[in-house]
């Protein structure tokens, strides 16, 4: 595919229960990063994978929270025991090279809505 | 870490009209600054770059500045239109090479 996609588009779960959303990336990018959005809020910054390098995992809320990313591609984050103010819309974005200059390309998002 | 401060009031304008929004920061000067516009139920997409020795960026009808001394950059629209409507966001690179933080962004409603 041509851009950065995200699935599902929507999820809506009951407190408590975990969750799995997944991010494909541009083919060929080496960086991806996950974000929290809430409403009115800028973008939150969670997680980033560079290559086979370690993960900086520096903006995880909490240890409910956690990211994996396979074979330098697809990512999966897993939220488990959610909680209502885990309800946003997590964006996850992918660049070339992974520094700061580079355009990041966003996905459309998953809106998580926590019941 | 930095800190950004984008016009806290959503803007309203006629089409045709320029529209002027602000990007405060408050701790290191970074090299550069990017913006983003988002749609509703879209990511953000990127619009431009200004690095710190550039006054002055612009493409197509939009035009950015950035003043290191003011710790601030401004993101006009020139002769609007109503597709123009849509949240802009700033982006300034965190403490390490990485990293961008956000700001909240301001929402541009242009009416015909």
């Known amino acids: 595919g041509a851009g950065v996609s995200q699935s599902p588009s929507n999820k809506v779960t009951e407190k408590g229960k975990d969750v799995e959303l997944r991010c494909d990336p541009i083919?060929?990018?080496?960086?991806l990063y996950w974000y929290r959005q809430s409403l009115g809020q800028g973008l939150e910054f969670l997680i980033y994978?560079?290559?086979?390098?370690?993960?900086?995992k520096s903006g995880l809320p909490s240890d409910r929270f956690s990211a994996e990313r396979t074979g330098g591609s697809v990512s999966t984050l897993t939220i488990q025991r959610t909680q209502q103010e885990d309800s946003a819309v997590y964006l996850c974005a992918s660049s070339k090279q992974g520094i700061s200059t580079d355009t990041q390309y966003f996905g459309p998002g998953t809106r998580l809505t926590v019941l | 870490s930095q800190k950004i401060e984008q016009n806290s009031e959503a803007l309203n304008i006629q089409e045709g009209k320029t529209a002027t929004l602000t990007c405060n920061y408050t701790n290191y000067s970074p090299a550069y600054l990017q913006w983003y516009r988002q749609d509703p139920g879209r990511g953000p997409v990127f619009l431009l770059l200004i690095r710190e020795n550039e006054k002055e960026k612009r493409k197509e009808r939009l035009k950015v500045t950035f003043d290191t001394t003011l710790k601030q950059s401004l993101f006009h629209i020139t002769a609007s239109q109503p597709a123009d409507s849509a949240t802009y966001l700033c982006a300034l690179p965190a403490s390490n090479d990485y990293k961008l933080s956000f700001g909240a962004g301001t929402t541009v409603t242009v009416r015909a």
């Open positions: 994978f560079q290559g086979n390098s370690a993960p900086d």
């Open positions: 083919s060929g990018h080496t960086a």
